[in-house]
């Protein structure tokens, strides 16, 4: 491991930013408590058949949605392979799905993700992308934040020539309330290194999206 690699490994924090301490979290029948005040709020009786058992299954729901809050991205990233034999072309993992929430209306993003890098050397195994994105979409998201997360950590992590991230989404927010636009879908993108400087490099990378 060269200097700069360790340099810029530890710029990254150990644990997740912008979460709170596991003591400081409500219990688990305090979340089901505020599912039942919300059905209770709709106009429903949370004690009928159909409805009892709901503020658990939700509270487990959301303990899936939401936990990217208790893993590091960057380490997934950390174990690299060297023996590439001197491959350093561009590596493409296309149409990631995935399944994130707003953090404006709590409301489902669904879509897909274009992670691209060009590496120095080391690469990452290929599910390890996926997990990326994973971690990033189980949180509370605006897509433009979670698109440069995604490839800001690969090139801090991996310090790769470049790295090119495309997301393109629909938001629950737009087609099930507010101006209720079904079929729009909203495109990011980050490009960084060679991708951001080379236009032949951003045109390969863009030419596999779909
Ligand atoms: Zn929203």
Redesign the pocket.
Known sequence: MTASRERSVKLIPEGPKGTIAASKKPSRSEVEAAFRTIIRWTGDDPDRDGLNETPARVTRAFEEYFAGYAQDPAQILRKTFEETDGYDEMIVLSGIPFESH??????P?IGRAWVAYVPTGRVVGISKLARVVEVFARRLQ?QEKMTAQIANTIQEVLEPHGVGVVIKAT????TAR?VRKHGTMLHTSRMLGSFRDNAMTRQEFLAMID
């Open positions: 707003c953090e404006h209306h709590m409301a993003i605006i938001h629950g927010c737009m507010g």
